[in-house]
């Protein structure tokens, strides 16, 4: 029923479609044809909004197919930032030697300042990150070689975005609790797009989400500058 509602490339009334979207990443529904969430990201007819939210519903899923297609998005620095960060993030949440090796290459030429700030602080996380119920993951994360990356990447916070983590973990209880938060701005404005955080418990080698949180805001900028 939801992926009929999103049909072929997210071009039906905007409400319906975006519920839908969301239901999908939030109950982890597999869609049969994982290629509509991309027809839904490139169509051009289609809002931001629904855009973020195709890259969002990804989340729960193994991405199969969709892995060169969602590459394709990061790696192309005409798009918005907002968008090739979408597609880095839903790679990384299932990621490959492949992905790694294309993230690697599109560093060493990486020329959007938002993206790099995101990626690389990313990563960062991804190498100090002791969480065991991450650990195949954080493995394969790690191949990512911050050496052969000549630019400092070490932009201001309140200006370039981010993404932030912290853990802890008791190995005598076996437990432990996650936080990750992003913050991405725009390329032009001085207050964040979207900010998301997400809780999760490390119980016995499971890993299980508690709450995640996440708003975007566009144009708020623009209404405190004085006029």
């Not at 979408?86 to 300042?113: H, N, S, Y």
């Not at 032009?188 to 998301?196: C, D």
Request: include cysteine; proline fraction near 3%; charged fraction near 25%.
């Amino acid at each position: 029923v939801l992926e009929a509602r999103i049909g072929n490339d997210c071009s039906g009334p905007e409400d319906e479609v975006l519920m839908s979207l969301k239901a999908i990443g939030n109950d982890g529904v597999t869609l049969t044809g994982k290629t509509t969430l991309i027809k839904c990201i490139n169509n051009d007819k289609t809002s931001m909004d629904l855009k973020l939210a195709s890259l969002e519903a990804f989340r729960h899923m193994d991405l199969g197919n969709a892995k060169p297609a969602l590459l394709e998005l990061y790696k192309n620095m005409d798009l918005d930032p907002e968008i090739r960060i979408g597609a880095f993030v839903a790679l990384m949440r299932d990621p490959c030697k492949m992905c790694i090796d294309a993230v690697q290459a599109t560093m060493a030429k990486e020329r959007v300042l938002q993206v790099g700030s995101f990626v690389m602080s990313y990563m960062e996380n991804a190498r100090r990150s002791g969480n065991p119920a991450k650990k195949g993951k954080i493995e394969i994360l790690k191949m990512f070689n911050e050496a052969k990356i000549r630019r400092d990447w070490n932009l201001e916070i309140m200006k370039y975005s981010r993404a932030y983590e912290a853990s802890y973990f008791s190995s005598y209880l076996n437990a432990g609790i996650d936080a990750q938060s992003q913050v991405i701005f725009s390329q032009a404005g001085f207050l964040p797009r979207q900010v998301k955080t997400d809780l999760n418990i490390n119980l016995f080698g499971r890993s299980i989400n508690l709450f995640e949180l996440g708003a975007r805001m566009e144009g708020l900028a623009h209404a405190l500058e004085p006029s």
